[in-house]
């Protein structure tokens, strides 16, 4: 199983700043099959980021997804109030079963 | 595509916990997606559960693979899950969601609202 680890647990910063979110995985995540979804209170996981980087349909290109193989990031700039959530990094590499990371809360 | 989670919110210690998932439209029809169940325990962490698609075809998580069984009814849209023998640590929000079967494309692109469940006596 590829093991997740984001970093880190809580991002604390004021609306305007920067958010670098990370994942790491445990093993090489092949071709970048690799995702980021956001979540509010009360809501379910929304996917943000597809394929590394690739942004899914309506999300704001203030978020950037990147990186490569084990280590991946999410980047939010100018940091809006409706952006404070929960971030998950997921992997849906060949190897099963696809796993989450334990999340990154994004908080003012 | 919307999809909506159903079934009792409490469950008992050894009974098993049942949902089902409802479809709205047409792509459950396509042969194109597998059908996922993924819960989220209290502490927010999120564990995928495994898939079905075609009918028959499933994958379950090694974690939960002896407690697991999912199934489909194609006439109603819909998709189910069964987990045997809960215990408090399977108290968490269920959630279906769907995934396409092309390779570059198995990330979760439409979630249902979830549906708590707590397992107690």
């Known amino acids: 199983e590829i093991v997740l680890t984001q970093s880190p647990d809580t991002l604390s910063l004021s609306p305007g700043e920067t958010a670098t979110l990370s994942c790491r995985a445990s093993q090489r995540i092949g071709t970048n099959y690799f995702a980021w979804y956001q979540q509010k209170s009360g809501q379910p996981p929304r996917l943000l980021i597809y394929s590394a980087f690739t942004r899914a349909t309506g999300v704001p290109d203030r978020f950037r997804g990147g990186g490569s193989e084990t280590d991946f990031t999410l980047t939010i700039s100018r940091v809006e109030p409706e952006d404070f959530a929960v971030y998950f990094c997921q992997q849906y590499g060949r190897s099963l079963p696809w796993t989450f990371g334990q999340g990154t809360v994004v908080e003012i | 595509v919307q999809l909506m989670e159903s079934g009792p919110g409490l469950v008992k210690p050894s009974e098993t916990l049942t949902l089902t998932c409802t479809v709205s439209d047409d792509s459950f029809l396509s042969g194109s997606y597998y059908w996922n169940w993924i819960r989220q325990f209290p502490g927010k962490g999120l564990e995928w559960i495994g898939y079905?698609?075609?009918?028959?075809?499933?994958y379950y998580n090694p974690s939960l693979k002896s407690r697991v069984s999912m199934s489909m009814v194609t006439s109603m849209r819909q998709f189910s899950l069964s987990l045997a023998s809960v215990t408090a640590a399977d108290t968490a929000i269920y959630f279906c969601?769907?995934?396409?079967?092309?390779?570059?494309?198995?990330?979760?692109?439409?979630w249902g609202q979830g549906a708590q469940v707590t397992v107690s006596s």
């Open positions: 969601a769907r995934a396409s079967l092309v390779v570059q494309s198995r990330y979760f692109d439409s």
């Open positions: 079905i698609y075609d009918n028959e075809n499933t």
